[in-house]
C-alpha cells in the first residue's frame, strides 16, 4: 500500500503561482511513476503531469505544457507541481496518484488513470479572474 497526501493548494489570482507537493508513505516511492491528475466540477478528471520512477522522464498534457513543472525528489518521498501561469479553466481539485513503474511505459500510458493504483484525497486549486 502507499499513501499520498497532497499539499499547497489554495486561491491564487490569475497569473500568479502555486506548488503542489504530494508525500507519500508506505512501499518504495522510487518503485512507482508520479502522476497529477484534476477534476474540475461536472467535468471528467483529466492528466496533468506524470514523472517517471527516476525522474528522468516528464510528461505533460497540452493545456499546461510550458507553465506546469513536475518534479520529484526520491530521498524526500515527494513529488511536485509548479504551476505557474496560472489561469482561471485551471481551477479543479487536483490528485495525486501513483503507478508502479511496470504499469506505465509508454508516453501514453502515463495519461490513462487506470494505470495508477494510488490516489490522494485531492487539494483544491481555485484560480480567481
Known amino acids: 500500500q502507499v499513501q499520498l497526501v497532497e499539499s499547497g493548494g489554495g486561491l491564487v489570482q490569475a497569473g500568479g503561482s502555486l506548488r503542489l507537493s504530494c508525500a507519500a508513505s508506505?512501499?518504495?516511492?522510487?518503485?512507482?511513476?508520479m502522476g497529477w491528475f484534476r477534476q474540475a466540477p461536472g467535468k471528467e478528471r483529466e492528466f496533468v503531469a506524470a514523472?517517471?520512477?527516476?525522474?528522468?522522464?516528464?510528461y505533460y498534457a497540452d493545456s499546461v505544457k510550458g507553465r506546469f513543472t513536475i518534479s520529484r525528489d526520491n530521498a524526500k518521498n515527494t513529488v511536485y507541481l509548479q504551476m505557474n501561469s496560472l489561469k482561471p479553466e485551471d481551477t479543479a481539485v487536483y490528485y495525486c496518484?501513483?503507478?508502479?513503474?511496470?504499469?506505465?511505459?509508454?508516453?501514453?500510458?502515463?495519461?490513462?488513470?487506470?494505470?495508477?493504483?494510488?490516489w490522494g484525497q485531492g487539494t483544491q486549486v481555485t484560480i480567481s479572474s
Open positions: 514523472i517517471s520512477w527516476s525522474g528522468a522522464s516528464t
Open positions: 496518484c501513483a503507478a508502479d513503474r511496470t504499469q506505465v511505459s509508454s508516453s501514453g500510458s502515463y495519461q490513462e488513470h487506470h494505470r495508477y493504483d494510488y
Open positions: 508506505g512501499r518504495t516511492f522510487s518503485r512507482y511513476a
